[in-house]
C-alpha cells in the first residue's frame, strides 16, 4: 500500500480536483464471458481501477494526473487508501480510455513540468495494465511515475521500467521485524527493486511515513536512511529526493465506513519538531530531504 494522497505537509501540496472516474468511460464486464474479461486484463487492455486525480505537488513534480489502481498485497497499519485493497472492488478501465484522459492534459503537464503518476493500491499488481499505460503516455510525450512499494518489483519488466520516469519507493521500515509489524510482508523485496532501479538508472524519490509508536523507533529510522543511502550509492544521482511523510488520521473515516478496524485511531501525529529530526537523519548521509 502506498503512501496514498495528501501524506505531504508542504505548504504548497494540493489537490485541484478530485473526481472520482468521473470523465472516464467504465466497461460493461458483466455482459461479458469471465475468459473473455481475464484476458483483456493480462493483455494489460483492461484494468481495476479506483479513481484518478488532479493534484499538484503530491504526487511527483508538476502538476500530474494520478491515478489510483485496485488491489495490494501489503496491509499497512495506517494505509490512506483501505478501499483499494481489493482488486475485485474497482471499477473495469481500458487502457486507451484512460491515456485519452492523459491526453487531454499535456498542454498542462507541459507547463507545469508535470505528467502520470500511477499509484494504489500496489500498482503492480496489475502489471499489464501499468506497463500499457506507460507506454502509451511515453508515445504522448508524457512524464511517467509509479508510486509502489517495491514489494512486487519483480512484476515490473525492463520494458516497463523504460517507460518510467520517476519511482516513489515507499520503505516503509528499516528491518525485517518492523516491516512485517507495519506492513504483514518482507522487506527484502523492496530493497531488491529500490537496487534494480539504480542499476537501471530510473530516478527515484524515497518516502517514509513516520508514525508514532510504529516507525519511529530511532534504529528503524537509522536502517531507514542507510537503505535510501545505499541506492544512492549504487549509482549516484538516483535518489532525487526523500520525503518524510508525518502520519495523520485523515483515512479514519475510510477505515469506519468500511467497517474495519482502525488500530492506529489513538495515535496522535509526530510533532513537527520530530519529523523534522527525522529529516536530519536522512539529511546527515548527504540525501536532499523534504
Excluded at 500500500?1 to 494540493?14: F, I, N, V
Excluded at 549504487?234 to 511523510?245: D, N, S
Excluded at 482502525?262 to 520530530?274: G, H, N, Q, S, V
Aim: proline fraction near 6%.
Amino acid at each position: 500500500m502506498t503512501a496514498g494522497p495528501a501524506t505531504l505537509d508542504a505548504p504548497s501540496a494540493c489537490r485541484r480536483a478530485g473526481a472520482g472516474l468521473r470523465g472516464i468511460e467504465t466497461v460493461a464486464t458483466a455482459d461479458m464471458e469471465r475468459t473473455e474479461r481475464l484476458a483483456l486484463m493480462r493483455s494489460g487492455e483492461l484494468g481495476s481501477v479506483h479513481s484518478w486525480e488532479l493534484v499538484t505537488a503530491v504526487d511527483g513534480p508538476g502538476t500530474r494526473l494520478t491515478v489510483f489502481l485496485n488491489g495490494c498485497p501489503l496491509r499497512c497499519r495506517y494505509c490512506h487508501n483501505p478501499d483499494t485493497l481489493a482488486m475485485k472492488d474497482g471499477e473495469p478501465v481500458l487502457a486507451d480510455e484512460l491515456l485519452a484522459r492523459v491526453g487531454r492534459y499535456r498542454g498542462v503537464f507541459a507547463a507545469t513540468g508535470g505528467g502520470l503518476t500511477l499509484s494504489g493500491g500496489e500498482v503492480l499488481m496489475q502489471p499489464a495494465f501499468a506497463a500499457r499505460v506507460l507506454r502509451g503516455a511515453k508515445e504522448l510525450g508524457v512524464h511517467t511515475c509509479l508510486d509502489t512499494s517495491g514489494f512486487l518489483g519483480a512484476n515490473a519488466t525492463d520494458a516497463m521500467l523504460a517507460d518510467t520516469d520517476l519511482v516513489l519507493l515507499d520503505i516503509k521500515a528499516g528491518d525485517e521485524e518492523t516491516y512485517r509489524r507495519t506492513t504483514g510482508r518482507s522487506l527484502a523485496p523492496t530493497l531488491r527493486f529500490g537496487r534494480r532501479l539504480a542499476e537501471l538508472g530510473v530516478k527515484v524519490w524515497v518516502r517514509f511515513v513516520l508514525v508514532p509508536g510504529l516507525t519511529d523507533d530511532p534504529r528503524n529510522v537509522e536502517r531507514v536512511a542507510d537503505h535510501a543511502a545505499e541506492i544512492e550509492a549504487e549509482r549516484p544521482g538516483t535518489v532525487e529526493r526523500v520525503e518524510v511523510l508525518p502520519f495523520h488520521q485523515m483515512a479514519r473515516d475510510k477505515w469506519a465506513e468500511l467497517g474495519r478496524t482502525y488500530e492506529l485511531a489513538d495515535t496522535p501525529p509526530p510533532t513537527p519538531a520530530a519529523t523534522e529530526a527525522v529529516r536530519e537523519v536522512f539529511r546527515a548521509r548527504g540525501l536532499t530531504t523534504y
